[in-house]
Structures are given as C-alpha cells and as structure tokens.
C-alpha cells in the first residue's frame, strides 16, 4: 500500500478522485441552493412590486426603510399605470387565547389588493373581513393539535381587541412572507394611517402596486409632482426622498433593512456560498486534470509503443478511459453519497433548503452525475490529445514528457492562484467576524441580557424594572435599541444660533435610564465636569438631560468637550421643540463594530419612554419570571447567524483545498523527479548534494508557486477592498490583509518544503 502511494501513478489516482469528488459536491450545493433561490416566492405574479424608501439626510447619511410614507397611497391610486395598490402593516403582538398567552406573534394587517398580491391564501379565500382573524397552521398548532377546533373562538390581540377566528390557513412552503395572524387592515389601522396621509416625512406602511401589462412607473416623478415643500427646510422632497420598487418575487433577501417583511437570506451570504463553492469545483477540476496528467505521463512508453505500431489516437483514449472506469464509479458514489450526507447537515442549517423536494433532489442528482461525466471524460480526452500530438513528431526513442511539462506546471499556477485567493478572503473574514464578536462594546457582553417591554409606561414592565433596579441596581431601559439591532432614531438638533438659523443637524439617539452608566460603563471624558446625579435626574423644569459621546461635538464646528454643557441645545422630541441639558460627555462606546452607522451619540434620560429592558447579572432568570430575557450574546450570534454559518464551511472547505494542493504537490514532485530520473542519476554520480538536486528540479516550480499565489493575493484584496462580495459592511483594515498574507505565505513555504522532503527522499533512495 505504501508503495503504491509512493508511486506518482497510484497518489494521482486518489488525488484525481478526491478532487473531482470534492468538486462535484460543491457544484451540488450550488445546484441545490440555486434552486431553493428560484422556487422562494416564484409563484407570486411578475408584474407585482414593493415600493421601499430611502431618506438622504442633509448631513449625508442615508436611511433606508422597507415601508413607503403613507402619503403616497392616494398618489398611487390616482395613476392609470396602477391596477392596484396594496397596504401591509405588520404589528408585534402577544395573543391571548383563553389563559395560553404567545409572545412576539406577527400580526400583519392587509387590504383585500395585499391579501392577494402576496397569495397568502390558495383555498379561494379573498379577504379578511373586519373583527376576523386568519390564523396560519403553524402558529395554530401553538394552541392545540387540532386547528381546525379553534375555528369560531376569540384571541385577544394587545391592545387591538377581541378577533373572531374564521379561518386556518396552510402558508405556501415556498412563500418567504409568513405571518402569524391576518386580520383586516381597514378596521384596526386605517383610521390612524389615513391621518397621516399628509406627512411624507414619516414612514407608516408598506406598499404594493400591481402595474398593468408593458406599463413603467417613475417614481421620482411620483415624489416630484406630490411630495410638498417644507417652508424652511434646507432640502426639497425630491433630494430628501428616494423611492424604489423592488419585484416581490425578491423579498426574500436581506438588504439589511429593519423593517422588511418576508427574508429568508442575505445576498451577500448566497453570493459567498456561490463564490466559494464555484472556485472549489473549479479547483476540484483543476486537482483531476493534474492527477491524469501525471498518470498518463507515467505511460509514455505503453503511448509511444501504441503509436509506432498504428494506435490511433481514439483506441489510446478509449484505453484511458476504460483503465479509469473503476475511478469514475468510485467518484460518483462519493460524490452522491457525501452530498445527501451534507444537506442533512445543511437544510438544519439554511431554512431556505427545506423547501427542496425529493424530484428536486433527483434532478441534482441526475446533473451532478452528467457534470461528473463529462468533465472526466472531457479532462482524460484533453491530456491524451495534448500527448499524442506532442509524441507525433518524435521518434520511438524519443519521449514526449518535455513537452507534457505544462500540464502539471499549468495545475500548480491554477491550483496555487485560487487556494490563494480562497484563503486571503477566507482568513480576513473569519478575523472580522471573531472580532467583531469579541470587541469592546463598552458592556460586558457575556453578563448583559435584554428583553423588549410591552408599550411605554405599562404597570408590569414599570413594577419589574424598578424591583430589579431596587435590589440589584444592574438594569437600565433603552427605547428603540437593543444589541446589535438594525433599527435607528434620528432626531434633529440645533444650538441656540443655529436655531435662529434654521439649521438642523440628525443624530441616532435612544432613551434610557439613569442607571444605564451601570450597565453600559460610561467613561466621563472630564473630571472637572459639573455634572447631576443620573439617579436625581428628571424633567420636571421642562429641560431634558441627554449623554454624549464625544463624536456630538464634531456635528458643531467641534465645540471643545469641556465646553458642551455652556451651549445651549433644543430638539424636538415629538412633543415640540425642547431645550436640552448634556450632564456627561463620554467617550464613543460601540454597540456594534461592524453595524459602524447605528452606533448612537446621544441617551436621553427618560425612562418613561424606555421600553428595552436591559440586565446586566449572571443569572437574569432569577430577577424576572415573567419576561423572557436574551443574552447579548445570543443577540450578536442571531446578527450574524447566516455569515457565520457560511464561515465555518468555507474554512472547511478551505482546508479540503489545502489537503487537496498538498497531495497534488506531493504526486508533481514525484512526476517531477520521475522525468527528470536519468538527469538526476547522472548528477548524483556527479557529486551533486541534495540541494543541487532540489534546485535542478524545483527551481521553475517555485517561481510558479510564488507568481501564482502573488497574483491570487491580489485578487483576494480586490475582492475585499471594492467590495464585490457584498458582507454586510464588514470593515477590512490593514491587520485583516495582513492575517491573510501570512496564512498563505505559511501555506507557500510548506508547499515548498513539502516538495523538498518529497525529492529528498527520491534522492535517498536512488
């Protein structure tokens, strides 16, 4: 067995096999996820859009929002171009059936146009009528095992009211938009949304338009002819709002919006699986047309011999692909044997894979096979062509093998190039995302817990934080935020000059209680500040006292830290314009590394209008029975669940692809001295040393080595510095690049040495 390994035709063998195997696989799972991809939301009509919103704030920051102003739905339905509009408002809400309360239930409130643009329903039914309630079968199944007996009875919704339960409804498996509960949007939030029908400064709704056959809709045109002019303000609705629409067909991606509807995965995370396993299969390729290069090297002579005595070239191939029958067996049972093995694994962990049926799987199946064959055939076709030719011209005592030298120099350029690449992005994105996960965010993550309170001053909520801040003085409440969330308030700010002048500037704020320093560690900037008590603050005198970060001076001509709290501020809170008190100045605290753009600069101290509750204890399930609390932990994994996911297969298959270039290295080297038999025969009776030997042998192959993985370095830092692999505005920094160039200077001078002890031990041995 050993001897058999030792032998360039026997390792090429299995090299051969394991690259084409492992290749295979990976063309399967990007087979498979393309379509899952295709089939989510595939029957939804074509001709059906979501109009999503972006805000350019005067400061040049952007806000991008899933809903659309609510203004816009009488400009909507006063358009020809439009069939129809559709109006989605989707609530948090805890329902209540008898004693059995659920939590954190979406309720979506529809119109009859959305109920049928999103095809919620496939057993005819049109609507839901007002005081009714749709129930889909998953969460019915909640409350009992038999559904269809909830059909009549009543669930409390929040604050809504009472609904009637009219119908269960089994949700299309294929359909990324899935809710809870359905009731009608008419008789619950129209009343409201419709007073808002003249602010398109605020986003309420999201909106679907269904546009009749061959029609467009410009909705710059849209925002110009009906969004009005605020008197005053430095900006007009065309800069300030940008509208979009967006088929909904393709609603299931995450654009990393806080407020969509239906997502089941990232672009970005579905474009790296593409990446990674696209650049394996093709490695896989590459691995093969090595390992039969070097097989068929090795039968030069049986070539030579078959062509001086009339061979042709197609009973020499036929003979090739004949003597490697037993392989091409071997790499089917392995590569259909391991896929199936590794969905299982997979569908557990992307959702979007269990939509998959078993005809879909046949069909992958059947493509893998004839992928599988086509790229053996084609690759075994292609080498015995190259050293027919090549031996055409040469007499029978003369060998081809020289000119058969590309081959395998062509496999080391491809092979080094894309394990290269591959690496350098693999190894900066893992760092980025084991750093992000272990960044100071200015709290002790691993003992900070947070759950979302039920509206602003409920008597529970209220009752239980101010127990737990009694006996434990370790919570805080912080509105609209809570780790590692998407969501952002902006506010607009002035100081007393700038006030006069009309000129306002946003910032990302949140509320929170005094005791929110306990929890987040707020460093003061400066000792000498006169600042109150954060456990005597209130706004009886009508001020309200806000924390700052540092960055808050930079927004005005960067007023010195010292000097903040000589300035006078106002913002209006939506409760009119107030005047604002800074108490502290801190330094910048980050809540998220990578989410940069939602990091706050401003806490208000109310905490009447908190409602995050956040706990910073060992054992938060021992201070509160009735809310469930979330470890910040946990909240920062959830944040990057599908990334992190992807992360870990691709350093899988990173390390496949360095076994892979290490045994093909190991089988090269072997051809190498193999050619080069007689040359290093004649050296050795020389005097020649090993290192001479080495240098005759390898000295091309390095340059190649070291050319190629340059070349994919490159490609790598491209890749990362223009960013054309979407990741969710991961920041790549000059310690990533370098991570990354040493791992693959690593995996080069092992290469290297690798090839050394490989001829060193031909050498000895002869």
Same mark, same amino acid.
């Given at each position: 067995?050993?001897?058999?390994?030792?032998?360039?035709?026997?390792?090429?063998?299995?090299?051969?096999?394991?690259?084409?195997?492992?290749?295979?696989?990976?063309?399967?799972?990007?087979?498979?996820?393309?379509?899952?991809?295709?089939?989510?939301?595939?029957?939804?009509?074509?001709?059906?859009?979501?109009?999503?919103?972006?805000?350019?704030?005067?400061?040049?920051?952007?806000?991008?929002?899933?809903?659309?102003?609510?203004?816009?739905?009488?400009?909507?339905?006063?358009?020809?171009?439009?069939?129809?509009?559709?109006?989605?408002?989707?609530?948090?809400?805890?329902?209540?059936?008898?004693?059995?309360?659920?939590?954190?239930?979406?309720?979506?409130?529809?119109?009859?146009?959305?109920?049928?643009?999103?095809?919620?329903?496939?057993?005819?039914?049109?609507?839901?009528?007002?005081?009714?309630?749709?129930?889909?079968?998953?969460?019915?199944?909640?409350?009992?095992?038999?559904?269809?007996?909830?059909?009549?009875?009543?669930?409390?919704?929040?604050?809504?009211?009472?609904?009637?339960?009219?119908?269960?409804?089994?949700?299309?498996?294929?359909?990324?938009?899935?809710?809870?509960?359905?009731?009608?949007?008419?008789?619950?939030?129209?009343?409201?949304?419709?007073?808002?029908?003249?602010?398109?400064?605020?986003?309420?709704?999201?909106?679907?338009?269904?546009?009749?056959?061959?029609?467009?809709?410009?909705?710059?045109?849209?925002?110009?002819?009906?969004?009005?002019?605020?008197?005053?303000?430095?900006?007009?609705?065309?800069?300030?709002?940008?509208?979009?629409?967006?088929?909904?067909?393709?609603?299931?991606?995450?654009?990393?919006?806080?407020?969509?509807?239906?997502?089941?995965?990232?672009?970005?995370?579905?474009?790296?699986?593409?990446?990674?396993?696209?650049?394996?299969?093709?490695?896989?390729?590459?691995?093969?047309?090595?390992?039969?290069?070097?097989?068929?090297?090795?039968?030069?002579?049986?070539?030579?011999?078959?062509?001086?005595?009339?061979?042709?070239?197609?009973?020499?191939?036929?003979?090739?692909?004949?003597?490697?029958?037993?392989?091409?067996?071997?790499?089917?049972?392995?590569?259909?044997?391991?896929?199936?093995?590794?969905?299982?694994?997979?569908?557990?962990?992307?959702?979007?894979?269990?939509?998959?049926?078993?005809?879909?799987?046949?069909?992958?199946?059947?493509?893998?096979?004839?992928?599988?064959?086509?790229?053996?055939?084609?690759?075994?076709?292609?080498?015995?062509?190259?050293?027919?030719?090549?031996?055409?011209?040469?007499?029978?005592?003369?060998?081809?093998?020289?000119?058969?030298?590309?081959?395998?120099?062509?496999?080391?350029?491809?092979?080094?190039?894309?394990?290269?690449?591959?690496?350098?992005?693999?190894?900066?994105?893992?760092?980025?995302?084991?750093?992000?996960?272990?960044?100071?965010?200015?709290?002790?993550?691993?003992?900070?817990?947070?759950?979302?309170?039920?509206?602003?001053?409920?008597?529970?909520?209220?009752?239980?934080?101010?127990?737990?801040?009694?006996?434990?003085?370790?919570?805080?409440?912080?509105?609209?935020?809570?780790?590692?969330?998407?969501?952002?308030?902006?506010?607009?700010?002035?100081?007393?000059?700038?006030?006069?002048?009309?000129?306002?500037?946003?910032?990302?704020?949140?509320?929170?209680?005094?005791?929110?320093?306990?929890?987040?560690?707020?460093?003061?900037?400066?000792?000498?500040?006169?600042?109150?008590?954060?456990?005597?603050?209130?706004?009886?005198?009508?001020?309200?006292?806000?924390?700052?970060?540092?960055?808050?001076?930079?927004?005005?001509?960067?007023?010195?830290?010292?000097?903040?709290?000589?300035?006078?501020?106002?913002?209006?809170?939506?409760?009119?314009?107030?005047?604002?008190?800074?108490?502290?100045?801190?330094?910048?605290?980050?809540?998220?590394?990578?989410?940069?753009?939602?990091?706050?600069?401003?806490?208000?101290?109310?905490?009447?209008?908190?409602?995050?509750?956040?706990?910073?204890?060992?054992?938060?399930?021992?201070?509160?029975?009735?809310?469930?609390?979330?470890?910040?932990?946990?909240?920062?994994?959830?944040?990057?669940?599908?990334?992190?996911?992807?992360?870990?297969? =691709?350093?899988? @298959?990173?390390? #496949?692809?360095?076994?892979? !270039? *290490?045994? +093909?290295?190991?089988?090269? &080297?072997?051809?190498?001295?193999?050619?080069?038999?007689?040359?290093?025969?004649?050296?050795?009776?020389?005097?020649?040393?090993?290192?001479?030997?080495?240098?005759?042998?390898?000295?091309?192959?390095?340059?190649?080595?070291?050319?190629?993985?340059?070349?994919?370095?490159?490609?790598?830092?491209?890749?990362?510095?223009?960013?054309?692999?979407?990741?969710?505005?991961?920041?790549?920094?000059?310690?990533?690049?370098?991570?990354? =160039?040493?791992? @693959?200077?690593? #995996?080069?001078?092992?290469? !290297? *040495?690798? +090839?050394?002890?490989?001829? &060193?031990?031909?050498?000895?041995?002869?």
């Amino acid at each position: 067995m050993l001897k058999f390994l030792s032998s360039p035709k026997g390792l090429s063998s299995i090299t051969g096999i394991f690259s084409l195997s492992l290749g295979t696989i990976l063309l399967g799972v990007i087979i498979a996820f393309v379509f899952a991809d295709n089939r989510i939301n595939n029957g939804i009509a074509g001709n059906i859009y979501k109009i999503e919103t972006q805000f350019n704030l005067p400061n040049g920051e952007q806000v991008n929002s899933s809903q659309a102003p609510a203004a816009l739905i009488p400009a909507l339905s006063a358009f020809n171009e439009i069939e129809r509009v559709g109006i989605t408002h989707r609530e948090i809400i805890n329902v209540l059936h008898n004693t059995n309360e659920i939590k954190d239930a979406q309720v979506y409130a529809l119109n009859e146009a959305a109920f049928n643009m999103l095809s919620l329903s496939s057993n005819g039914v049109s609507a839901v009528e007002n005081n009714q309630v749709y129930l889909s079968n998953t969460f019915a199944s909640k409350f009992t095992n038999n559904p269809a007996s909830l059909i009549g009875q009543t669930l409390k919704l929040g604050q809504l009211g009472r609904f009637q339960i009219t119908q269960v409804i089994e949700l299309d498996e294929s359909l990324s938009i899935k809710p809870d509960l359905m009731i009608a949007f008419a008789s619950t939030f129209e009343p409201v949304i419709q007073s808002h029908y003249g602010n398109w400064y605020d986003t309420h709704v999201h909106l679907f338009v269904e546009l009749n056959d061959n029609t467009s809709l410009n909705l710059d045109q849209v925002v110009l002819e009906n969004a009005p002019q605020i008197p005053g303000a430095p900006f007009t609705p065309s800069s300030f709002i940008h509208l979009s629409k967006r088929p909904i067909s393709q609603l299931h991606y995450d654009l990393a919006l806080p407020d969509e509807l239906g997502t089941t995965f990232a672009k970005s995370s579905l474009y790296l699986i593409y990446g990674v396993c696209g650049f394996s299969f093709l490695l896989g390729c590459i691995g093969f047309f090595s390992a039969v290069s070097s097989v068929q090297i090795s039968h030069l002579e049986r070539i030579k011999t078959l062509l001086s005595i009339g061979g042709s070239y197609g009973q020499i191939t036929l003979s090739a692909l004949l003597d490697n029958k037993l392989s091409l067996l071997i790499a089917s049972v392995l590569s259909l044997s391991f896929f199936y093995f590794g969905m299982q694994f997979l569908s557990a962990e992307f959702s979007l894979l269990t939509i998959l049926s078993t005809t879909h799987m046949w069909i992958i199946s059947v493509c893998m096979l004839l992928l599988l064959a086509s790229m053996y055939i084609s690759i075994i076709c292609l080498v015995i062509h190259k050293i027919v030719t090549s031996q055409e011209d040469q007499t029978i005592s003369r060998s081809a093998g020289v000119s058969t030298i590309w081959m395998t120099q062509l496999t080391i350029v491809m092979q080094t190039l894309i394990t290269a690449m591959v690496m350098f992005v693999a190894v900066s994105v893992t760092y980025e995302l084991f750093s992000a996960k272990q960044a100071n965010y200015g709290y002790d993550i691993s003992r900070t817990h947070y759950a979302k309170l039920d509206g602003h001053n409920d008597h529970l909520p209220t009752r239980t934080r101010d127990n737990i801040n009694t006996n434990h003085g370790r919570v805080s409440e912080v509105s609209s935020w809570r780790p590692f969330d998407k969501s952002a308030n902006y506010i607009s700010i002035s100081t007393a000059q700038q006030k006069l002048d009309e000129q306002l500037t946003p910032v990302h704020y949140f509320f929170a209680g005094p005791s929110i320093a306990q929890v987040l560690a707020l460093e003061v900037l400066s000792s000498n500040q006169t600042t109150l008590a954060l456990d005597k603050v209130n706004n009886d005198d009508g001020k309200t006292r806000v924390i700052v970060t540092q960055a808050f001076s930079k927004l005005f001509d960067n007023i010195r830290i010292d000097q903040l709290i000589n300035h006078q501020f106002y913002a209006d809170f939506g409760e009119g314009l107030t005047n604002i008190e800074i108490v502290q100045v801190v330094s910048n605290f980050y809540l998220g590394k990578v989410k940069a753009d939602f990091d706050p600069i401003m806490i208000v101290l109310d905490d009447t209008k908190a409602n995050t509750l956040l706990v910073k204890h060992d054992s938060p399930a021992s201070l509160v029975s009735k809310l469930s609390l979330i470890s910040s932990e946990q909240a920062l994994d959830a944040e990057f669940s599908d990334l992190s996911k992807i992360v870990f297969y =691709l350093l899988f @298959v990173v390390i #496949l692809n360095i076994v892979l !270039i *290490a045994m +093909n290295t190991i089988a090269n &080297s072997l051809v190498d001295a193999e050619r080069h038999s007689d040359s290093l025969h004649i050296m050795k009776q020389l005097g020649a040393d090993l290192t001479a030997i080495f240098s005759f042998v390898f000295k091309k192959n390095v340059y190649l080595y070291i050319a190629s993985s340059l070349i994919g370095i490159l490609l790598g830092y491209i890749t990362l510095y223009q960013q054309l692999i979407p990741l969710d505005q991961m920041q790549f920094s000059f310690y990533h690049y370098a991570l990354s =160039l040493f791992v @693959v200077s690593t #995996l080069i001078a092992f290469i !290297i *040495a690798l +090839n050394f002890g490989v001829i &060193s031990k031909k050498y000895l041995s002869e």
